[in-house]
Structures are given as C-alpha cells and as structure tokens.
C-alpha cells in the first residue's frame, strides 16, 4: 500500500454494512403483504435469482393479485428506504478515510448501486466530501466481471491501474481489478473460513475491518 496515492472503494459491504438489508428483503416484503412461509427455502430458491426473477417467483408461488413488474417496483423502493433512512457505515470507516485523506489519498467510490443511491446513502452518513467522485456501475454499462468501472476511475483519476488501490468485498469484483492490475485489498463482511481464504489468495492485500492499523 506504500506510495499509494489513488483509492477506489466499492459501498456495499465494504463502506456500508448493507447486506443484512439484502438478504432480509424478501422476508421484509413477503410479510408486508401478510405472507408468512419457510424463509430459509426461499432464501435458497432465489439467491441465484436477479430482483426482476425474484418477483416473477413471488407472483407465481404465492398467486399474488400483482404484475412482477409492480412487485418488482416495491421491493426496490423497500431497500432504497434502506439505503436513504439506515444503512449504517461497518466499523471505523470514517476513521481509516480520515487517515488516507491525511496522507493526503485521493479517493472515490464505484459500486453496482445506482448512482443517486450511492450518493444519498454516503451523504445522509457524513462521508460523501471525502470522495472527488462516486460512480456507478451503470455508467459504464457494465457490472465488476469487467473491469470497466475500474478503468473508468483511473481514466479520471488520470493514473495507471497499478498506482491505485482497490477496496473491495467481493470475490468476483476483487480478482476482476487484480486481473486488470490495480492493488487489490480484499475487506471482510462477515465470510466464512472458506471465503475468506479465497479472498487472500487472490488480493494482494487483506485486512478483516477498517480499525486494523494502516
């Protein structure tokens, strides 16, 4: 991380501690509409699903007197309530930002949210000025299987892959950005042995949480 001078942080699950709000999305909206069912089965039916698969799901098993496309339509406008009333920062993120900016790290965010969320979100807790731009994945049309969003960050930033950290939680994301030589830091959520081992063998750097010593 020496002589680092450029930090792209992914938001969810690595700054903002979302996922719990994610996976409990569809016990919080099948149960806003009076529905009560084994949510550990429906947990493992829709997990590999998309939110527009999730919903067409849930109109069929539950003969709901509603389109997918509506369902589909509330339960996004349930978790971005989330995001804009109380998702909160995961441990000591503001802390290890003030430290980077200290030493003076020019930093942004680029996450798969969409934009007006990211900034809502960030800005409702207090940590959207530490960033010179957020990003969206959406911008740049494609998800962290490319690298796109990645390039796109150091395109702005005006510096080569290899002189920028990356921050992220996901496997997936992580082993794209290392692939297309940035510095990957691996950031736990809450994973298991096995992924966590997974992680530090494909990032260059791993730390369990932000109130680790930089």
């Given at each position: 991380m020496e002589n680092k001078k450029f930090a792209i942080f992914d938001m969810d699950g690595t700054l903002i501690d979302s996922m719990p709000y994610w996976k409990n999305l569809a016990k919080e909206y099948l149960e806003s509409k009076d529905i009560f069912c084994d949510m550990e089965e429906i947990a493992?039916?829709?997990?590999?699903?998309?939110?527009?698969?999730?919903?067409?799901?849930?109109?069929?098993?539950?003969?709901?007197?509603?389109?997918?496309?509506?369902?589909?339509?509330?339960?996004?406008?349930?978790?971005?309530?989330?995001?804009?009333?109380?998702?909160?920062?995961?441990?000591?993120?503001?802390?290890?930002?003030?430290?980077?900016?200290a030493k003076d790290i020019k930093m942004c965010v680029a996450s798969a949210t969409t934009k007006w969320l990211i900034d809502s979100c960030l800005k409702r807790l207090g940590i959207l000025d530490f960033f010179e731009f957020t990003i969206s994945c959406e911008e740049v049309f494609a998800g962290k299987d490319s690298p796109a969003v990645f390039l796109k960050c150091a395109e702005i930033f005006n510096e080569k892959p290899e002189n920028i950290l990356v921050f992220e939680d996901a496997l997936y994301a992580i082993k794209t950005a290392t692939d297309a030589n940035f510095y990957t830091i691996g950031v736990n959520d809450n994973f298991d042995e096995e992924r966590i081992n997974k992680i530090k063998n494909t990032a260059d750097y791993y730390i369990n949480s932000f109130c680790e010593k930089i």
């Open positions: 493992r039916i829709i997990k590999p699903m998309t939110m527009t698969e999730s919903a067409k799901y849930f109109v069929e098993r539950f003969k709901m007197n509603l389109d997918e496309k509506t369902v589909e339509a509330e339960m996004n406008s349930m978790i971005e309530k989330h995001y804009i009333e109380d998702i909160p920062l995961k441990p000591c993120v503001r802390e290890y930002l003030e430290k980077l900016k």
